[in-house]
């Protein structure tokens, strides 16, 4: 069974950084796009960033030129580097495994909270 483990949230003021790591407990060839999610209380879990086994990035317009995501397929670890967070990144970030099946894993969820 593959599980995800993200790690890194924390509290943090605005304009300050964090980096996010999400390792994947085996190695599965068959996982292609990994990615990053968050959930901000009262509403519903969005799409952050994701990357692909080759290296293909995507980003929500709002965290554009802000986060940096990447992925490391040797360690089975992805990572998110989060520059100039907004109180409006407070949310629990959680991480994303996609196959190529389309099925997917998710990990537990880490606390963002940028203070104004």
């Known amino acids: 069974q593959v599980q995800l483990v993200g790690s890194g949230g924390g509290l943090v003021q605005a304009g300050g950084s964090l980096r996010l790591s999400c390792v994947v407990s085996?190695?599965?060839?068959?996982?292609?796009?990994m990615g990053w999610y968050r959930q901000a209380p009262g509403k519903q879990r969005e799409f952050v960033a994701s990357?692909?086994?080759?290296?293909?990035?995507n980003y929500q317009d709002s965290v554009k030129g802000r986060f940096t995501i990447s992925r490391d397929n040797a360690k089975n670890t992805m990572y998110l580097q989060m520059n100039s967070l907004k109180p409006e990144d407070t949310a629990v970030y959680y991480c994303n495994g996609r196959r190529y099946d389309g099925y997917g894993y998710w990990g537990q969820g880490t606390q963002v909270t940028v203070s104004s």
């Open positions: 085996r190695s599965d060839f068959t996982i292609n796009t």
């Open positions: 990357i692909t086994r080759d290296g293909n990035t």
